[in-house]
């Protein structure tokens, strides 16, 4: 079974602009969530999907985005980037059906913010 | 209040068994998870153990719960250099679904 996958790998932007991130769950995992990791704050829950609808999130303001298409995939959007939002962005996906998921993560779409 | 504290660094020899720490405060943790991350990469799940088990084995791993002092440690039998790496533990928490509170990360450092 293939793994988590995200796109992309890299990403360079300037402050000011905005950028959008994808993420393909396992497949049959309808539970996607993103994470943020950085040095100084480590990693970061940032939001969860569930059947295309939001159904946890964390302290992240309102320039963080998220959704999630009818196949399960999701993209991360943020908007006016910050240097300080230059970090490791992390997706997970579980089967979605209560607490006793486990998550698996894809390797991660670094971007850097000039 | 969500909260997971690991010391930062551990050092071993080749060989040696490794002992990773990990604490937590919150009491309605239900699953606490150990993650590995190598560098530039996302993190691979090792191993888990549900809040009502005090120890689980898993071939070169063993996981060690215990509830009362809210403490949980993984140790690596026969730590090899391929180990080095940086570990995570991880709480899932009561009615909050896919979101896991991380401690901030032990990097296993394995001299040959």
């Known amino acids: 079974k293939a793994g988590v996958t995200q796109t992309p790998r890299y990403l360079i932007k300037t402050r000011g602009q905005q950028v959008t991130l994808s993420c393909s769950p396992i497949s049959g995992h309808r539970s996607v969530s993103w994470y943020q990791q950085t040095p100084g704050q480590g990693l970061q829950f940032l939001f969860e999907?569930?059947?295309?609808?939001?159904?946890n999130k964390g302290n992240f303001p309102g320039r963080f985005s998220g959704r999630q298409f009818s196949n399960s995939r999701s993209e991360m959007n943020v908007s006016t980037l910050e240097l300080g939002d230059s970090a490791l962005y992390l997706c997970?996906?579980?089967?979605?059906?209560?607490?006793?998921?486990?998550?698996?993560f894809g390797p991660g779409t670094r971007l850097t913010v000039l | 209040g969500e909260d997971v504290e690991q010391s930062l660094f551990l050092s071993v020899r080749e060989g040696d068994s490794s002992v990773i720490n990990c604490t937590y405060t919150d009491s309605s943790s239900t699953y606490l998870y150990w993650y590995k991350q190598e560098p530039g990469a996302g993190l691979q799940l090792l191993t888990y153990?549900?809040?009502?088990?005090d120890m689980k084995q898993d071939q070169r791993l063993t996981v060690l719960l215990n509830k009362k002092d809210k403490h949980l440690s993984l140790r690596i039998a026969d730590t090899q250099t391929g180990d080095s790496a940086i570990y995570f533990c991880a709480e899932s928490i009561d009615n909050q679904g896919g979101k896991l509170i991380f401690g901030q990360g032990t990097e296993l450092s394995v001299k040959p």
């Open positions: 153990i549900f809040s009502n088990m």
């Open positions: 997970a996906s579980s089967l979605g059906t209560g607490i006793t998921d486990t998550q698996y």
């Open positions: 999907y569930f059947s295309e609808t939001q159904r």
